[in-house]
């Protein structure tokens, strides 16, 4: 905490901690800690949280509470354009997505990309997934080989290395670099560094 601190006094510091209801309690207690500190050091915490996790861990003090609605009609539609990019979507397609998504930025995402993977730009309303779970487990069937590493690398956790996949999942490296390059092309699984070393 206290380099984090001490880099404050030098300028203001921002720090942005995403879904900060899954953080562990040595996390949370540093978080209230520099809460605490809130007017004299010059940091800005940014969080995000589920609602129902302000019931669970109230900030006790020098905090201000945003809650975000879900996305109008009009910023969906938006938000869909933005991910299909330069693909065009037939409008029954995004009306389909719009209404399964409900506003929640992720299912927005998530479905738009199940629709592109599938090359369903002109997919008809049946055919497009009805679930985020539906939209994510059609994405991870497209993928083939790259599928099962992507289920290995749940199973390990939300980080896992390379050499730790490769010895639970010992297939040729060529063939794992090839199904990783595959879940992270697909934005299923993000890489940091090089394989081995990744």
């Known amino acids: 905490m206290g380099w984090m601190l001490g880099a404050a006094r030098v300028q203001p510091l921002v720090i942005a901690l995403e879904d900060l209801h899954w953080a562990d309690a040595s996390t949370l207690e540093l978080v209230q800690l520099l809460v605490e500190q809130g007017p ?12 129902e996790f302000h019931r669970q861990w109230p900030l006790r003090a020098h905090h201000t509470r945003i809650n975000l609605n879900r996305l109008s009609a009009r910023d969906v539609r938006e ?22 998504a ?18 369903g730009e002109k997919l008809a309303g049946r055919e497009i997934p009805v679930t985020l779970h539906d939209s994510l487990m059609a994405r991870l069937d497209r993928l083939g080989s790259a599928k099962e590493v992507i289920q290995i690398g749940a199973v390990i956790g939300s980080e896992f290395t390379y050499e730790l996949l490769h010895a639970v999942h010992p297939v ?7 199904a990783l390059r595959s879940a992270t092309d697909a934005e299923l699984v993000y890489v940091r560094g090089i394989a081995p070393e990744a």
């Open 40 to 51: 004299t050091a010059h940091l800005l915490l940014l969080c995000t949280t589920r609602p």
């Open 79 to 100: 938000m869909i354009a933005q991910v299909a990019a330069h693909h065009t979507l037939a409008g029954e397609t995004v009306d389909t997505v719009s209404e399964r």
């Open 102 to 119: 409900d506003g929640v930025p992720l299912f927005v995402e998530e479905l738009t990309r199940a629709v592109l993977e599938s090359g």
């Open 172 to 178: 040729d490296a060529e063939e794992l670099q090839s």
